[in-house]
């Protein structure tokens, strides 16, 4: 449980849906009393997700 002094460890990258850590660790830290959850944060870079590729056209 996440309560007020947990510390939050963020897997940043793109594409984040492949990553395991947090099904790894969060329990282990859990069983081990550790004070700490393992979150995904997607860092997709692109600054216009919604454009076409205008080297396509």
């Known amino acids: 449980m996440i309560a007020g002094n947990t510390a939050i460890i963020a897997h940043i990258g793109f594409p984040t849906h492949t990553f395991k850590s947090p099904m790894i660790d969060n329990p282990y830290f859990e069983h ?17 997700p919604h454009s076409s590729n205008p080297s396509s056209r």
């Open 32 to 48: 081990a009393g550790v004070d700490a959850v393992v979150v995904r944060r997607d860092a997709n870079l692109n600054p216009f």
